[in-house]
T-cell receptor, first 111, second 115 residues
Framework: RKEVEQDPGPFNVPEGATVAFNCTYSNSASQSFFWYRQDCRKEPKLLMSVYSSGNEDGRFTAQLNRASQYISLLIRDSKLSDSATYLC????????????FGPGTRLSVLP | EPEVTQTPSHQVTQMGQEVILRCVPISNHLYFYWYRQILGQKVEFLVSFYNNEISEKSEIFDDQFSVERPDGSNFTLKIRSTKLEDSAMYFCASIPPRASHTEQYFGPGTRLTVT
């Protein structure tokens, strides 16, 4: 079983749509969780950390379900500039351990 | 805002040649990492470095690879004898001193093309 799995995508949505990304992870001892976005041939950039209680940042909402080992990201009122690949990233252990990346889900927001 | 920097941005080399990829992590950061991303594939961990020694390495990081922190600022990845399959983006990352939910900060990457 792959360590971090994501929806295969791509997602093509019109501007203004709401889009949801799903992610599952295999290591139940994983400590912290993140959503990064990656533009084509660029480095991953942190979009948001994911906390147990769920968290929101403007149009973005992240949820974590430790029991199901499931993470989600919701983007509301999507913009053209949201077009990117969204990476689910898991820190499987303590401070300093390498991050484990999902394969990413590509989003294209269409005018 | 401080950033991780990497040089060169693009390196073209012939198979069998040695390459050195350079990174300058953020100055007060403690752990440093190299990841690679083959075109169209996911980001894969290569190695982590802490307190002037390798902390962890993946199966990809074989004897052809080495890392070094030659001075207080640079962090290098050397590939001794490049293969075609080493063609990828190589990202350096670092993390600050311990905090809850410590994110990794990534450099812009070096695109390595082996011909």
């Amino acid at each position: 079983r792959k360590e971090v799995e994501q929806d295969p995508g791509p997602f093509n949505v019109p501007e203004g749509a709401t889009v949801a990304f799903n992610c599952t992870y295999s290591n139940s001892a994983s400590q912290s969780f993140f959503w990064y976005r990656q533009d084509c041939r660029k480095e991953p950039k942190l979009l948001m950390s994911v906390y147990s209680s769920g968290n929101e940042d403007g149009r973005f909402t992240a949820q974590l379900n430790r029991a199901s080992q499931y993470i989600s990201l919701l983007i509301r009122d999507s913009k053209l500039s949201d077009s990117a690949t969204y990476l689910c990233v898991v820190n499987p252990g303590d401070y300093g351990q390498n991050f484990v990346f999902g394969p990413g889900t590509r989003l294209s927001v269409l005018p | 805002e401080p950033e991780v920097t990497q040089t060169p941005s693009h390196q073209v080399t012939q198979m069998g040649q040695e390459v050195i990829l350079r990174c300058v992590p953020i100055s007060n950061h403690l752990y440093f990492y190299w990841y690679r991303q083959i075109l169209g594939q996911k980001v894969e961990f290569l190695v982590s470095f802490y307190n002037n020694e390798i902390s962890e390495k993946s199966e990809i990081f074989d004897d052809q690879f080495s890392v070094e922190r030659p001075d207080g600022s640079n962090f290098t990845l050397k590939i001794r004898s490049t293969k075609l399959e080493d063609s990828a983006m190589y990202f350096c990352a670092s993390i600050p001193p311990r905090a809850s939910h410590t994110e990794q900060y990534f450099g812009p990457g070096t695109r390595l093309t082996v011909t």
